[in-house]
């Protein structure tokens, strides 16, 4: 089963207005990360959060993440039209597992 | 360029044929995984490959069977091919521990079963 839990689903927003989306997991975590995947690609690692940390920015990035609440979320600030893409929230599945488990993800469609 | 490296790109099989899907990587990583992504059904691992010699299922083995040819190669076999295994495959790896590191991935086999 799916550890997290995106939201919202889609997204659509104005070139150079910020893109918040929400991720949520139900068990607890080492980590969380997210990626990011274009349109017939790969998936493309973009932040790594860890549990003792509460916010992480890289570039026009922002990540936080409440274990309280189970929840993560991915600011995009300044978007973008390449940032138009999908996703997704990865973290680990249970204490002893260390693959990762994924999220349905949010696409964002960045309009110029 | 290092990477993770998926052969073949696209594929298209009859219900009941075989094949293997193949994966390279050239980072020395030590874990490796297969991934299959449906539409509004977000990733879900197939099997994975801790370190080499070493195989574990993931949340949808059926239907599947892998090998860890060495370091590098991790290749996905399909036995007998079924409709519901049309999907992309994806291949990634990372240096050890996926919960420290991020994943690499491949960039995808897009498969049909016809």
């Known amino acids: 089963s799916q550890q997290g839990e995106e939201d919202p689903q889609a997204l659509s927003i104005q070139e150079g207005e910020n893109a918040t989306m929400n991720c949520s997991y139900k068990t607890s975590i080492n980590n969380l990360q997210w990626y990011r995947q274009n349109s017939g690609r790969g998936l493309v690692h973009l932040i790594l959060i860890r549990s003792n940390e509460r916010e992480k920015h890289s570039g026009r990035l922002r990540v936080t993440l409440d274990t309280s609440k189970k929840s993560s979320s991915l600011l995009i600030t300044a978007s973008r039209a390449a940032d138009t893409a999908s996703y997704f929230c990865?973290?680990?599945?249970?204490?002893?597992?260390?693959?990762?488990?994924f999220g349905a993800g949010t696409t964002v469609t960045v309009r110029a | 360029n290092a990477g993770v490296t998926q052969t073949p790109k696209f594929q298209v099989l009859k219900t009941g044929q075989s094949m293997t899907l193949q994966c390279a990587q050239d980072m020395n990583h030590n874990s490796m995984y297969w991934y299959r992504q449906d539409p509004g059904m977000g990733l879900r691992l197939i099997y994975y490959?801790?370190?080499?010699?070493?195989?574990d299922k993931g949340e949808v083995p059926n239907g599947y069977n892998v090998s860890r040819l060495n370091k590098r190669e991790f290749s996905l076999r399909l036995e007998s091919a079924a409709p519901s295994q049309t999907s992309v495959y994806f291949c990634?790896?990372?240096?050890?521990?996926?919960?420290?590191?991020?994943?690499?991935f491949g960039s995808g086999t897009r498969l049909t079963v016809v």
């Open positions: 490959s801790a370190s080499e010699g070493t195989t």
């Open positions: 990865a973290s680990r599945a249970g204490s002893n597992d260390y693959k990762l488990s």
């Open positions: 990634a790896s990372t240096p050890g521990d996926s919960s420290v590191y991020g994943y690499t």
